[in-house]
């Protein structure tokens, strides 16, 4: 079946340090991508999705881009601060049989001042 | 902006007893999901449904019923709470399709519920 995979479990940075969560899908059709961040006592929200092959995603200084040849959506950011402290989720999403979301397992990324 | 609520906000219940969690959104979203979270499995979802009087099988649906009565109203039933059933479940609504692209989902704070 469809699925994602997020390699990273938690990963601790300091500020200004670059962030890489690498995300890996499979899937039989043409799916959007997602990533989701769920800061503590909340539920996850919105950052960006990608739809199309070579299309990058962006918001709040993360970036994405959707590459079809490696089945990946790899979250980046250049220069982390402690409030980007959260859980990330890559999602997998496309319309059939109206579910919408695959996720990932999450990452949690802590950042030290 | 978009707003789902979900009730209660924490939870204790006893193995056997039954357990119902609201979830409300007035976002006018024809699609609503149950989802549960725990450590190294990220969201699963229980059940989903499209729209007032439908209900659908997600990937975990043994142990739960759910319940669309409206376009606002959408109700996960334990109906014999157990141990195993101890997370924090989150409810979302959104549609699969918005402006031509594949929709975002917007969650609810989520409920934390202990079985004792």
């Known amino acids: 079946g469809d699925s994602v995979t997020q390699t990273e479990g938690q990963v601790a940075l300091s500020e200004e340090d670059f962030l890489t969560i690498h995300c890996n899908y499979s899937a039989s059709g043409y799916p959007a991508l997602f990533w989701y961040v769920q800061y503590p006592g909340e539920g996850p929200q919105f950052l960006f999705r990608?739809?199309?092959?070579?299309e990058k995603g962006s918001s709040r200084g993360f970036e994405a881009t959707y590459d079809k040849g490696t089945t990946s959506f790899h979250l980046r950011k250049a220069s982390v601060q402690e409030s980007d402290s959260a859980v990330y989720y890559c999602?997998?999403?496309?319309?059939?049989?109206?579910?919408?979301?695959?996720f990932g397992t999450g990452t949690t990324v802590s950042v030290s001042p | 902006e978009a707003a789902v609520t979900q009730s209660p906000r924490n939870k204790v219940a006893v193995t056997g007893g039954k357990v119902t969690l609201s979830c409300n959104q007035t976002?006018?979203?024809?699609?609503m999901y149950w989802y549960r979270q725990d450590t190294g499995h990220g969201l699963r979802l229980i059940h989903y449904s499209y729209g007032a009087g439908s209900t659908e099988k997600g990937d975990i649906p043994d142990g739960y019923k759910a319940s669309r009565p409206s376009q606002e109203n959408f109700s996960l039933i334990l109906e014999l709470a157990t141990p195993s059933q101890t997370s924090v479940y989150f409810c979302?609504?959104?549609?699969?399709?918005?402006?031509?692209?594949?929709?975002?989902?917007?969650f609810g704070p989520g409920t934390r519920l202990t079985v004792l």
């Open positions: 999602a997998l999403g496309y319309y059939q049989g109206g579910r919408a979301l695959i």
């Open positions: 990608a739809s199309r092959d070579k």
């Open positions: 979302a609504s959104g549609d699969a399709f918005w402006g031509g692209n594949y929709a975002e989902q917007f």
């Open positions: 976002n006018n979203h024809n699609n």
